[in-house]
């Protein structure tokens, strides 16, 4: 199982080292238009550090495998049904996600989670999370050619929106939810996408 | 499930002595018996068979068909004496009556892979009786001497003067004449059906889903009952709020039934979110602190001392071992395991004043059946009971205490309308009655030769006999049979051998699981036998030839699947083979499994099996059943634990109690040893070997050596 | 709230709590028993049925979801694949105990619907949500195979 209090920490460390720069930014940005939040805003780099984790946890990281079966459980094990990804991520051979998994979460817990079209990404844009550091991450999320030719404003939209991705704070009995708050989640997003998708190497 | 060695080689004495099965086969049922007032429409000459005017065979079976083929291959062996029109025939579940008894135990049963050494010469006899009486009727009708008339798919015929007359025309004159008591039966060189592959009966009902499982009955005003069991061993409810249950629309009933609290609804659903409502406190009971890592570290140090319960003593192991060579010790642990048979535990109850009926897919009908009059209070003669099908039993569904029968009496009493209790998976997996845990420590010592001179072992587990009806067949000078079966009648040639028993006392409750003691045995042995191969650098497969002189079944089988293997020859890169032979339900099984590294990991690929069990009934079941247990064996092998924590089980459906599935069974070939031997076991002895055959191949692989199961993790790291 | 679909062709219209799964409606309520419950958590398959023609595990798929859906069990699976599965199913004796076998040639119409002739590989796909304690998979895959023949016509 990938442990839910490193996440936190690893995620605290970054708010704490990022924390000046997102109270300059977050002053910066007070006298435009946009409401006034309470979360401070952060940098594009201290934003994706918030993304990352979240895309690394096992809600997430499951329908993003590097291979072509997505994984299960909180310790990410692979799908124990053989289950693979298809012509167009919803499974093949008779075996479809919604085969089994419904469009919404069951009342037991070892049901199979649900939310609408459950399904992985398309083969011909896998979306690999599954081992891929900050800043590859963040290069291939920004990148149209590999992040199915998405604006910055499309993948805030999928990020911010989809149901798939809100199913991560609310994954059913049995299942630990994204480790980092939703709210945190959201404004980082916002800050990250404000921030023109700024990746980790875009300094060096 | 088993009945001891000793009794399944009184069967085949009794066999031999050709008188045992006939006593059974030419009384008519008692419940028939009852019946036969009123007109017959049929000719029934013994409690096995009826033959009806439109010619149809109806064989009576009185065994359970939980997938053994057993339906199939009695009816075979009747037929074959009846010489009737296979087409035309077939089976029906007996009632339960004494007629039906095994012919070993004395009561209504299937176990221990002894239905076909049991009963297939009763089934003969009950054919050949019915088949004389037709002939009779038939020469009487023609005036002609019966001698003078043969029979032939389904027909009487008199060759001299071109005549034949179906089975169906003579019913009537048939049901008049004496049934003879004893004919001559068939030289097994003129059978027509027995031994050819043969297709089974139950097929199309069962793939076009006609067959009636237990869980397919209904009655009219059934309601769907189940209970909340307590978390732990012992426990009972303490006290229960029943209010959110009741509030749950469809929900009718709650009240404490002594194993836990029973809800009563109008359905399954109703009654599961019914149950799930509930609100229990429970008195834990004792049991409450059962662990089965502390349960491993005490089998492990008791098995450090030799029992003085000696179940085998051959010369003297200990002053062997003092003076060998080399000396080797091993410990090996094995873990409680749930039958998790497909159709999970239930039983249909329709409780009168003064009668009771059930349906139930049993694998214990006389007991079953006693357990339900005694529960209801009502004289056995007025409680009926139907076999179904069984959707799997594996040992389960033969329970001498009838755990879920008596419950689900106990829900009809408190209902007043017929009722169908069910387990869900979750109460099967915690539900006990497993197969023990197991923990065996072998010593071995070689002589300067490197020649085997001693071997003992100590067994440390679980008797699930004592206690129980069978308690005087099978445990004998405080040795249950089933703990030392495969340990004790060890077939290798050692001048010094001790195999000892330490009976334990826990509360985790037990039961026979597929194959019994050689389910822990088999792994044991032919593993450290493979171990000790390794150590002396002798091929595992010269060392069991030279160990097995005088074993001539045993090298029967064990050549052949070696041969069928290519033992001896180099397999592909990266594969290793591995091989095991044993003997159980007097049967014999040898397999080569054959594994290799896929992605880093070791992977089950192929398996030679050769199989001895003496004259095949239905070679195609044999397959069959020997394809089945390697994958069950397999199952076990890979991934059944059940475990204990706090007292409670750890497991509960199939994500954390994990089956085999169709992407990891390997190819599976079976080599048929043809023998004259009488019939013996099939749906048992084919597990045993599948263990050690693949654990021996991955030690081959990879050099490393598994002593535990279920194989973890790194275990299957290549 | 009424739920209206139907089951092998007929109008089935089901009232009461929407979060009932179908398997019950199919083996309570209709009598529709070749269907089967094994464990109520989509890990054995042996209650899988066909929902607009697709595999589904009818226990842990609630009523409400099937507002305006065709079903289809065993009963009345039908058609050159039912067919062909069930001949070849037969020829075979694949069922030994036969609890999970519906289940199973349910999958194995769904999986060759989408795929005429599969590999074994991709039956190791489309069945592996199967489950058989008897351990039937050697003859699944080769039934599997043999209707594929059979439809493909060049069974013997």
Redesign the interface.
Known sequence: MIPAPKILVRVTAALLVLGVTAFVAACASSSGDAPARDTPRLSASAAWDVIYDVLQSPRCLNCHPAGDTPLVGDESLPHPQNVRRGPNGSGVFGMRCDTCHQDRNLSDAHLPPGAPNWHLPHPALPLIFEGRDKSALCEQLRDPARNGRKSPAQLAEHMLHDPLVLWGWDPGPGRAAVPIPREVFDAAVEDWVAGDCGCPDDDG | MTSPTFSRRELLRLGAAAGGGLLVALQLPVSARALMGAPVDAFVPNAFVRVARDGAVTVIVNKAEMGQGVLTSLCMQLAEELDADWSRVHGEFAPVDPVYAHPGYGIQMTGGSTSTLGMGEPMRRAGAAARAVLVDAAAMRWGVPASECSTAVGRVLHAASGRALDYGELVDDAATLPVPADVPLKDPARFTLVGKPTHRLDTPDKVAGRAVFGLDVDLPGMRVALVAHPPTFGGRAKSFDAGAALAIPGVERVFDVGSGVAVVADGFWAAKRGRDALVIEWDEGPNASLSSDELAARYLELARTPSDLVARRDGDAEAALASAHDTYTVEYELPYLAHAPMEPLNCVVDLRADAMELWIGTQFQTLDHAAAAATAGLPPDEVRLHSTFLGGGFGRRANPVSDYVVEAVKVAKGTGAPIKLMWTREDDTRGGYYRPMWTSRLRAGLDADGALVAWAHTIVGQSFIKGTPFEGFIIHDGIDGTSVEGAEDLPYAIPNVRVDLHTTDVAVPTLWWRSVGHSHTAFVVESFLDELAHASHRDPLALRRELLVGHDRHLGVLERAAQEAGWGTPPQPGHARGLAVHFSFESYVAMVFEVAAVDGRVRPVKVDVAVDCGRMVNPDTIRAQLEGAVGFGLTATLYSAITLKDGRVEQGNFHDYKLLRVHEMPEVRVHLVASDAPSTGIGEPGVPPVAPAFCNALFALTGRRVRRLPLRDEDLRA | MTIHFTVNGRAVSVD??P???LL?VL???L??????????????G?C?VHVDG????SC???VL?LEGTAVT???GLAGEVGDAL?RA??EL??????????GQ?M?????L???RE?SDA????????????????????KAIHRASALLKGGAR
Do not use: H
Not at chain 3, 107 to 111: G, H
């Open positions: 009461g709590d979060s009932r799964p019950w083996r309570e309520t009598q529709l028993t070749g269907t089967k419950f094994g464990c109520g958590a989509a890990q054995c042996a899988t697709r595999a589904r595990r842990v798929l609630p979801s069990t065993i009963e069930v199913w037969t004796d694949v069922p030994q105990c036969g609890w999970c076998q519906t040639i999958s194995a119409a769904a999986l619907s989408e795929r599969p991709e039956i190791d796909v489309g069945m592996s949500g199967n489950a058989c304690r008897c351990a039937t998979y050697v003859r699944i895959r």
